[in-house]
């Protein structure tokens, strides 16, 4: 392994490494605060390792992995989203009854799968950084298993992704059958000799299924409201964005592989997920009383949009994608960052209703989860509107009309909810949470000046977002 | 010497007085309130005198005065200017407002000295004179649609002056409303007139028309009858006649100026200044024509039988008004004018009588309860009677025969005219002098019904006997061809009026003038016989049912108020009524409706069985195999 | 000296496999058959993969396998150790008892 | 510069306004009033200025920077005759609601104040913005601002008000968003120049199929801001719930940025198209005119009887539009003015009523006159400017506007002026249950306050103003306009070579 493949992974090692590091330090029965320092520590540190691989790029390790800057940004995207994970974790967990320490590895853990989906180049690569995530995250939903709710939302994650799994599995191995390799490459050139197969249509069909769970997609959308509402909320936030950004990414690199794009069939079964999803995810999420859920709903719908700029498979989709996915996960951090700190031991702050008055009594964690919907909706001066450009001048600049006039549709219906949240912070007078706890005054620092810092890029990129762009547009995948 | 330099003085003084009256008024003594409020007319009025005696003395022919005070809008080739002119027809109008106006401002100090809203009454008062001086003296269309309007709010304040009483303010806003049908019209009449003439300036349109307009075409006819249109609506003229007999809910001298001297007759005004369009359509001078006799006979019937003495006035000014719109149709402009004139001053001082006398019995319209008036009221009686002759239109020694007669005689005579038109036109006459003796006998003779208050003073009597000179004496000036056949007024307003055009070989104006004395003279023996010598007869006669019902079919106003009632106000109102939720929302309440229930149809599918959920993946599995291998 | 049963036999075998989990996943209300019919489906494409393998004369398929197995493995584990927690909870393993989360 | 300056006066104003709203109550709005008097200044020297010799170019001011070069969006500000009319009427209306709100917001004022600046904010941007991107921005900015000031300091229903504000507005926006993307995308493809610039799509050649459905695009945004029928469900509850400066800002400014943005951009944009649709929307237009004045005759709430006569006097403006003459389009940009002072007098005495009797039910007062003759007096004046009396700005408006339309359809002008009379039945109905009839309500309420008597004072005075003496405004929107017209000609001409802005 030369000492350049060393380097190029050096993130996924670093990662791998913490993993283990963490496990040293519980062994030591070093405290909470410790562990949780230290793994910040680590993520930066992972986070760190990104800059001096930039200069190598693209780079190709084995036939296993390719490290392009695509790859890169959206490790670098998952890092960050593991490190604000992380920050959130601290205060959420300390009141817990379990012990917290484990927690850590597994983030690691999973960081580490959703890193290794992101720069996959091979079905192997893909299949097992699919699995350290997925196998991670059955522990994190159920971490808290004293409430018989996060078991719930384990086993039903558990069975679910298991099922999807084989579907994925046996996909791949239909696929594979067909084409007689199993890493992309290899598979871009089959495909482009050769004409179409059955047993390679259908493999595929059969991938879709197992992916589409994972990105919670129309019609394998189900679980997700019961596993937002079940799993801790910074492991909701960690689904919400890093496993389903790393899977996302894998996607679009096995896509550009063998540009699927091409295949009329393919086209047309994403066209119907991705318009299922911003439709159904959009009404489901119209009177829901939960926010936990209600994120959830507004998450498949958001996958729905993503899609939009996934179909048309021009040059500048790896560019939208990854802006969207930027623009994404940083706006659903703000939301649970505030939903984090207002969650209590006994019980998570989810109820829609424990949010009245909440501008007058919390003017800033409001404003922050104001900030958030109007991104999440839309609306300009947000992150989330230039998101959704980016999305839109993809789609149209294809001439994917229909799919732009249904996101445009839906995300009116979405409107009203996101708009619903924000009434109920101002209706009423009186606010039915507790104060935030003033116990770990560094910890609450920490993750307020994280969530402005979110806030802060939230506006930015809304309203300034050409440097940004800049870097995107600067990005490909080999 | 040229005197135009001061012409905007005329309508500016009493808009001074509206200003001081509307912002300070309130913290003013009633003397000065009094003081301001008819001094700005009279000083207006001392204006038109010395401005007009200008104006004739030093008058080659068609000389007009004209002032440009600035431009109000210029759009394209569209130009809007602040136009003053002044010429014969509009001099005729401004002595009338001007002088009548100045004469029924010092009536109301007295008449009005009691209220509560003494500036308020003179302040609108003003402004009202003012709107009046602007429409007649604009020399463009535009202008006189802003007098036209400005008089409109006017007798909506007017009418509504005392506005607790919610009786009052329906009427100000029927008046307004029905008179505003009118201007619609009359305005849509002024897109045509720019749209083909391209300007709104009066002179020009009249030097012009005959070249913008084929005569007797379809164009010019229509646009003929929307001018009149707005014109039937200020005066009064069928079918928009129903407002003016509930606006007598205003006080007196606001009937006298507005309902009856000056505003009402805008539309004899616009009529006979836009008379360059009117003569040429054919078609449209005989609707004038029409329209003024059925008016004045319909008015005429329908006074006959009311008891409250203004609304007796009231109806016969619609009638008086029919015979001018008549004489105009017939193209007798200039008997129309004069008959204007002088019914404005017998109207006016029959009016202010009339106010007086309500005053001095407490505020009593009833006719019935009056009586007995003659020896107790002597100055108001003889005035009265002064004004009645001129109404009643006695031969030869009252200013309204020598009016209605010159009409009268036209309305055969002319080309225009026809039998038909003077037949109905003499029994006009009759009927007025009939219902103008039965108001006589009914006031003053019998015994008296209700207790008198204090009589009318010095500031209420003068006027009287000054507008009872002229509408016995005014007449004068304008004689029958046959006998003097002096001309004076026709003459005068000759530069902007042509001469009427006469038919050939008719009978010889004697005739007429026999026929039209005899028609009076019975009239009053009518009036005298049933009320006077047997009044027991009106007792029998109203035993005979047909009758009965023709009464209240007349007294109720030939039922045009009831039919307007069920054929437009109520639908309208009933429209809205049901419409109040806007049923355009229903549309998008069931939008929403709709996500709501698909919301609740799919948070169905959320059972939150592990089995369901699978199931879902598998069909959803199923479907995308399927759509791979249809396709 | 190999016999020459054909991939796509040995693939529509593991179809069959896999059809067979997929009906008891769904028939199955005790979560231990249901994890038990995730694991047919997850070796019957480890099957698969096993068939192709030996279709292209190439060594991955078993690989794969092999991952496959540690993975289910680890599955495997973690769901007993959540159905304990269930069992402990709601003294029953019949799935159709875990539905306190819908809507 | 002085564009931005424009904008950063209320942007910055707002925010000090809700930092001193923590220190004391009384700050913000004096900051507010302080920042809407700066920006009304600013406008007035731009206008003297220019003065009127604005006759030479259309344009006046300038103000260009790079946004986001990668997407060929720039932060363009540019203004004529037209943005320089209603950005003056957008600050004096500010100052107006500043002084409104001076005693009825009591809670919250530092956010109360935000809001209202940023509102302004956005107006302003949207009557600058050249360049679509930024337009669409500010189009947006103008939303929440307004959805906060409704939802928070709304009356009884104004939750649901909120909602159904902005909503429609949202959606409709996004609509005209899908629009210009694919004007953006139509333009670059012929001309390999990918642009949201103002003046460089405005001569894009598009197909007419495509033209027309752009045009809907842009077409039902402004439909739904102006409100055309029926499009204008939504302003009855919004103008009904939101506090007197709302509803004055939303009468008076936001319902002008639709119409802002039919001459703005879709008449110029899609010429062909929208001769096409002239007549239907004309249609439309008289049909808004009837059926908005029907609508407020049977109100009884005073706010949504008011919010349904401007229904009414934007189906005047939409007509005249359309007409594409010059006549009318000077009518239609008197009305913007006019109808912003008059609508907004009336919705500011409605908040006055409201003070006095916490009532907006209209059968609930009556005989006002005698305790209140200054506001009957005014109240009057308003009234008949609504019914379009001539010697008030609303009739030159109405008449140029009819004036206009009868040249270019003149059924539709009569049937329009059937307008007229249902005016003078609504606004006199107004008039006869508040002030005349006998007093419903017993207890004394007293004539206008000095303040409010200032803020009365000025709009009355200049709608008599615009009655009397109109040109000035005539002529400061003259170059726009003819320029639009003589554009519309060539277009008759057929011939797309020719470019409708130097």
Redesign the interface.
């Given at each position: 392994m030369s000492n350049n493949d060393f380097n190029s992974l050096m993130p996924l090692m670093v990662l791998a490494g913490a993993s283990v590091l963490v496990m040293l330090l519980i062994v030591a029965r070093l405290s909470h605060r410790i562990i949780q320092l230290a793994s910040l520590l680590l993520f930066v540190i992972a986070f760190a390792s990104l800059l001096n691989i930039r200069e190598m790029l693209p780079y190709q390790v084995g036939s296993l992995f390719m490290v392009d800057s695509f790859g890169a940004f959206m490790i670098g995207l998952i890092i960050f989203s593991g490190l604000v994970v992380n920050v959130f974790s601290y205060i959420y967990f300390q009141e817990k009854e379990e012990g917290p320490r484990e927690y850590y590895v597994l983030l690691f853990l999973c960081t580490l799968g959703a890193c290794v989906l992101a720069v996959s180049n091979h079905f192997v690569s893909a299949f097992l950084g699919l699995e350290i995530l997925t196998v991670g995250l059955y522990a994190l939903i159920a971490y808290l298993r004293k409430r018989n709710h996060s078991i719930e939302a384990g086993i039903k994650y558990l069975v679910l992704a298991a099922f999807s799994s084989a579907f994925l599995l046996f996909g791949m191995a239909l696929v594979y059958l067909q084409t007689g390799t199993m890493s992309f490459a290899g598979m871009a050139h089959v495909v482009a000799t050769a004409n179409v197969q059955p047993f390679l249509l259908i493999g595929l069909g059969f991938m879709l299924v197992g992916l589409g769970f994972k990105l919670a997609v129309v019609p394998f959308h189900m679980w997700t409201a019961d596993v937002y509402q079940g799993a801790p909320v910074p492991v909701t936030a960690f689904i919400a964005t890093a496993s389903k950004g790393g899977v996302v990414a894998a996607l679009l690199r096995f896509f550009v592989a063998i540009d699927g794009f091409r295949s009329e069939q393919l086209q047309m079964v994403m066209i119907a997920i991705a318009i299922a999803s911003m439709i159904v995810g959009n009404l489901l999420a119209l009177r829901q009383k939960n926010i936990k859920r209600l994120l959830a709903y507004s998450s498949i719908a958001h996958l729905g949009y993503l899609l939009v700029a996934f179909i048309p498979g021009s040059a500048v989709v790896p560019q939208a994608v990854s802006f969207y996915l930027l623009t994404y996960f940083t706006t659903t951090f703000a939301a649970f960052g505030v939903i984090t700190i207002l969650s209590r031991a006994e019980s998570d702050a989810e109820e829609l209703e424990h949010y009245k008055a909440l501008f007058w009594k919390h003017p800033a964690l409001a404003g922050i989860l104001s900030v958030a919907m109007f991104s999440l909706a839309g609306i300009p001066l947000t992150a989330g509107f230039t998101g959704k450009f980016y999305v839109l001048t993809t789609g149209i600049g294809q001439g994917f009309w229909l799919l732009a006039v249904v996101l445009v549709l839906s995300s009116v219906v979405g409107l009203y909810y996101y708009l619903r949240v924000i009434t109920t912070m101002f209706a009423g007078t009186r606010d039915l949470l507790p104060e935030p706890p003033a116990r770990y005054p560094v910890f609450l620092g920490i993750s307020m000046v994280v969530l402005s810092v979110l806030t802060f890029a939230l506006i930015w990129l809304g309203i300034y977002p050409d440097a940004v762009i800049g870097v995107v547009q600067g990005l490909q995948l080999k | 010497m040229l005197m135009d330099k001061y012409l905007w003085l005329i309508p500016a003084l009493p808009l001074g007085g509206f200003f001081i009256l509307a912002l300070i008024g309130k913290n003013m003594s009633r003397t000065w309130v009094a003081t301001v409020g008819a001094g700005s007319i009279c000083l207006s009025a001392l204006v038109t005198f010395v401005v007009g005696g200008a104006f004739l003395s030093g008058m080659p022919e068609n000389t007009v005065y004209t002032q440009t005070l600035w431009t109000w809008f210029e759009v394209g080739e569209f130009s809007a200017k602040i136009t003053l002119s002044l010429d014969v027809l509009s001099l005729v109008f401004v002595f009338v407002i001007t002088f009548i106006g100045a004469l029924i401002h010092i009536y109301s100090t007295a008449f009005m000295e009691a209220d509560r809203d003494y500036a308020r009454f003179f302040a609108s008062m003003n402004l009202f004179v003012f709107s009046m001086l602007v429409l007649v003296l604009a020399d463009n269309l535009l202008l006189m649609y802003l007098g036209w309007e400005g008089v409109g709010l006017c007798s909506y304040l007017l009418i509504g002056f005392w506005y607790e009483q919610p009786t009052n303010g329906n009427a100000a806003r029927k008046a307004f409303t029905v008179t505003r049908i009118g201007d619609a019209a009359m305005a849509i009449g002024l897109f045509m007139v720019f749209q083909q003439a391209g300007t709104l300036v009066v002179s020009d349109i009249g030097a012009n028309a005959s070249v913008i307009w084929q005569p007797n075409s379809a164009t010019v006819t229509i646009t003929a009858l929307l001018l009149l249109a707005g014109g039937l609506g200020k005066s009064a003229q069928l079918p928009l006649q129903t407002w003016l007999p509930d606006a007598m809910a205003g006080p007196s001298p606001v009937s006298a100026l507005i309902h009856a001297a000056t505003m009402v007759t805008a539309g004899v005004y616009l009529v006979a200044r836009m008379h360059t369009i009117f003569a040429l359509s054919e078609t449209a001078r005989l609707v004038v024509a029409i329209i003024g006799a059925a008016t004045l006979l319909l008015a005429g019937l329908t006074a006959l039988t009311q008891y409250d003495i203004k609304r007796v006035l009231a109806y016969s000014t619609i009638s008086q008004i029919g015979y001018m719109f008549l004489a105009l149709g017939v193209g007798a402009w200039t008997a129309a004018v004069f008959h204007f004139m002088i019914h404005a001053f017998f109207k006016a001082l029959l009016f202010l009588a009339a106010g007086a006398i309500i005053e001095s019995l407490h505020h009593e319209h009833n006719m019935f309860k009056m009586g007995g008036l003659k020896d107790k009221m002597p100055v108001v009686f003889w005035t009265f009677l002064a004004g009645a002759i001129s109404l009643a239109a006695v031969p030869l020694i009252s200013a309204g025969f020598y009016s209605k007669d010159q009409i009268l005689w036209y309305s055969w005579s002319a080309d225009g005219g026809s039998p038909v038109l003077w037949a109905v036109a003499l029994a006009g006459a009759l009927i007025t002098a009939t219902y103008t003796t039965r108001m006589m006998i009914l006031t003053f003779w019998g015994e008296s019904h209700t207790h008198i208050g204090h009589l009318p003073g010095k500031r209420m009597t003068v006027p009287l006997v000054v507008l009872a000179v002229f509408s016995v004496f005014a007449g004068f000036i304008e004689l029958p061809h046959n006998f003097g056949h002096f001309t004076l007024f026709s003459d005068f307003l000759h530069p902007v009026l042509p001469e009427t055009a006469m038919q050939e070989n008719i009978p010889s104006e004697w005739l007429f003038q026999l026929l039209a004395a005899l028609a009076t003279l019975g009239g009053i023996f009518l009036g005298y016989y049933y009320y006077y010598q047997q009044p027991a007869r009106i007792a029998s006669l109203r035993q005979n049912g047909l009758l009965v019902r023709l009464y209240r079919f007349w007294f109720s106003g030939w039922a045009f108020d009831a039919l307007y009632d069920r054929m437009l106000v109520r639908p309208f109102v009933f429209i809205a009524r049901i419409n109040k939720s806007d049923i355009t929302d229903k549309l998008y309440t069931g939008i929403s409706g709709m996500t709501g229930e698909m919301y609740k149809l799919l948070s169905r599918t959320q059972s939150g069985s592990l089995r369901w959920y699978i199931m879902g993946l598998v069909v959803g599995a199923i479907l995308i195999l399927g759509i791979q291998i249809m396709l | 000296m190999k016999t020459s049963v054909s991939?796509e036999v040995v693939?529509l075998l593991?179809?069959l496999l896999?059809a067979l989990?997929?009906v008891g996943?769904?028939i199955r209300?005790n979560?231990v058959f249901?994890?038990l019919s995730?694991e047919i489906?997850?070796n019957?494409?480890?099957l698969?993969?096993v068939?192709?393998?030996s279709?292209?004369g190439?060594p991955?398929?078993q690989?794969?396998f092999v991952?496959?197995l540690a993975?289910?493995a680890?599955?495997v584990s973690?769901?007993l150790a959540?159905?304990l927690?269930?069992y402990h909870?709601?003294k029953s393993l019949d799935?159709?008892n875990?539905?306190?989360?819908?809507? | 510069m002085m564009l931005v300056l424009l904008i950063t006066v209320l942007m910055a104003g707002a925010v000090v306004a809700v930092l001193a709203g923590e220190w004391n109550r009384n700050f913000p709005r004096w900051i507010a009033l302080v920042a809407c008097v700066i920006g009304l200044l600013l406008v007035i020297t731009l206008w003297a200025g220019t003065g009127h010799s604005v006759a030479d170019s259309q344009w006046l001011m300038d103000y260009r920077k790079e946004w986001i070069p990668s997407f060929g969006i720039t932060f363009h500000l540019a203004v004529d005759g037209l943005s320089l009319l209603l950005l003056a009427l957008t600050f004096f209306l500010g100052v107006l609601a500043v002084l409104c709100s001076w005693d009825e917001i009591r809670e919250r004022t530092g956010f109360y104040y935000f809001n209202l600046l940023w509102i302004l904010a956005g107006v302003a941007g949207v009557f600058m913005a050249m360049d679509l991107f930024l337009f669409y921005f500010f189009w947006e900015v103008m939303l929440i601002p307004m959805y906060f000031l409704i939802g928070i300091w709304g009356s009884e229903n104004r939750v649901y008000a909120a909602y159904k504000f902005f909503i429609f507005t949202q959606a409709s926006g996004l609509l005209m968003f899908l629009a210009i993307l694919g004007l953006y995308f139509i333009h670059g493809r012929d001309t390999g120049t990918y642009t949201f610039g103002y003046f460089e799509l405005v001569n894009t050649v598009i197909p007419f199929k495509t033209a027309f459905w752009l045009m809907s695009g842009f077409m039902i945004a402004f439909a739904v801001k102006l409100p055309v029928f029926p499009f204008h469900t939504w302003l009855p509850d919004a103008h009904g719930e939101a506090p007197t400066a709302g509803s004055l800002i939303l009468a008076g400014l936001l319902l002008k940025t639709g119409a802002y943005g039919m001459l703005r951009f879709v008449v110029p944009l899609f010429p062909e198209a929208v001769k096409e649709m002239a007549v239907p929307a004309m249609v439309l237009g008289v049909v808004g005119v009837i059926y908005g004045a029907v609508m407020a005759y049977s109100q009884t709430d005073l706010k949504r009887l008011v919010a349904f006569t401007s229904v009414s006097h934007m189906g005047f403006v939409i007509t005249g539009i359309f007409a594409l003459n010059e006549l009318a389009l000077q009518g239609v940009v008197m009305q913007l003015v006019t109808h912003a002072l008059s609508t907004g007098a009336l919705f500011l005495m409605a908040g006055m009523i409201k003070e006095r009797l916490h009532t907006r039910d209209i059968e609930q007062m009556g005989g006002l006159w005698s305790p209140m003759p200054r506001m009957g007096s005014v109240g009057l004046v308003f009234a008949m400017a609504s019914l379009g009396l001539p010697g008030l700005g609303n009739f030159v408006a109405e008449f140029l506007i009819l004036l206009g339309v009868f040249q270019a359809q003149a059924w539709i002008t009569v049937a329009a002026a059937s307008g007229l009379i249902f005016s003078a039945v609504y606004s006199l109905r107004i008039v006869g249950k508040i002030f005349l009839g006998p007093r419903k309500t017993m207890e004394t309420v007293p004539d206008f306050s000095p303040r409010e008597m200032l803020i009365m004072a000025a709009l009355t005075v200049s709608v008599v103003w615009l009655g009397l003496f109109p040109q000035p405004v005539i002529d400061t929107a003259k170059p726009a306009i003819t320029e639009l017209v003589r554009f519309m000609d060539v277009q008759n001409t057929a011939s797309h070579d020719q470019s409708y802005v130097k």
């Open positions: - | - | 991939a693939v593991a179809g896999f989990g997929i996943v769904i209300k979560i249901m994890l995730v489906m997850l019957a494409s480890g698969a993969f068939a192709a393998g279709r292209w190439q991955d398929g690989v794969m991952f496959i993975m289910a680890a599955e973690i769901g959540l159905i927690q269930i909870q709601h799935i159709d875990l539905k306190e989360m819908n809507g | -």
